[in-house]
């Protein structure tokens, strides 16, 4: 028996799946298998029922499963206090963002990061803010960073950057020689939206709220998942959207979208850390938080440039 047997076990208590179980692990199916069938193997013992779809934990397992998790505990615990005590930190992450911090800035700073604890590895996934929360709680990421937050007993959130979304429209559209448009206006155009669950489209709805519109009643025409895709469409002619001012400079530094300014609404938002209240100890999520949280953002945007 070794750790990552007992690392297997829980992580198949909490997906209730071999390729889910697999897929956190960073294992083949095959991998988990046999790791599940050397544990059952030397406490002579069925540990996991799997007659049904769903792969279930036998009373054996559960009681296997809870030592497991403080022996776990336990280890994270000397690793961390051990990673106090000497210079080095190290480790793996696993990250994930929504899409604006995913691809538009968490890049730049994960390579500062790597520049001062390079022996610390970051996995980083990219998926909607909700799926990124649903994950963290699940802990099948250590850390997300998120556009929107829920109000989750189980998740900690802080603010770390500040983002501003903006009205763009293509560049042959009326409302760019205008200083402003009142909101009313926007029931008029053809809207292309990120897809539900998005912090932008999240925002954006409460946004528009403020100012009387509901989302609900804008002409919708189109719903892509990609913000790159948005951008396209929009310079294409197929409507107009709401997109963040990190995602569109290059676009409209080159005159491909024009941004249009809205009476009254304030499409300023927070960007997210968040973390599981109950996550075992781990001196290089730590440290990255810290990073995260105290990294100074015109620094972030000169890199980016």
């Known amino acids: 028996m070794n750790i990552n047997q007992l690392r297997t076990l829980v992580a198949l208590a909490e997906c209730k799946s071999f390729s889910s179980a697999a897929e956190k692990l960073f294992l083949t199916q095959p991998a988990v298998s046999f790791q599940i069938h050397s544990l059952e193997e030397h406490f002579g013992a069925r540990l996991v029922d799997r007659s049904g779809k769903r792969a279930e934990l036998t009373e054996e397992g559960r009681l296997v499963c809870d030592f497991a998790r403080q022996t776990l505990q336990l280890l994270a615990e000397a690793e961390y206090r051990v990673s106090q005590l000497s210079c080095h930190v190290r480790g793996r992450l696993l990250v994930g963002a929504s899409t604006i911090p995913g691809e538009y800035i ?24 909700s799926e990124i929360r649903k994950k963290v709680l699940d802990q099948r990421l250590d850390l997300g960073v998120v556009g929107a937050v829920a109000n989750q007993a189980q998740l900690n959130s802080t603010k770390v950057l500040e983002d501003e979304l903006i ?22 155009e053809n809207f292309i939206l990120r897809e539900k669950g998005s912090g932008t489209r999240q925002i954006l709805a409460e946004r528009l709220k403020e100012v009387g519109i509901d989302v609900a009643d804008l002409k919708v025409v189109m719903e892509l998942g990609s913000t790159e895709a948005i951008l396209t469409a929009v310079e294409a002619g197929l ?67």
């Open 106 to 129: 968490l890049p730049h700073l994960i390579g500062a990061f790597k520049e001062k604890f390079p022996e610390v590895q970051i996995s980083l996934e990219i998926g909607d803010s």
């Open 167 to 188: 009205l763009i429209v293509p560049p042959g559209h009326a409302w760019p020689s205008r200083a402003q448009i009142a909101p009313a206006s926007l029931l008029e």
């Open 239 to 305: 409507g107009i959207s709401v997109v963040s001012r990190w995602a569109a400079d290059k676009a409209l530094a080159l005159g491909q979208v024009r941004e249009v300014r809205v009476v009254g609404l304030n499409l300023k938002r927070d960007l997210f850390v968040v973390t599981h209240k109950q996550a075992l100890p781990n001196r290089a999520l730590e440290e990255f938080q810290t990073f995260l949280t105290t990294f100074n953002t015109q620094s972030l945007s000169r890199a980016a440039g």
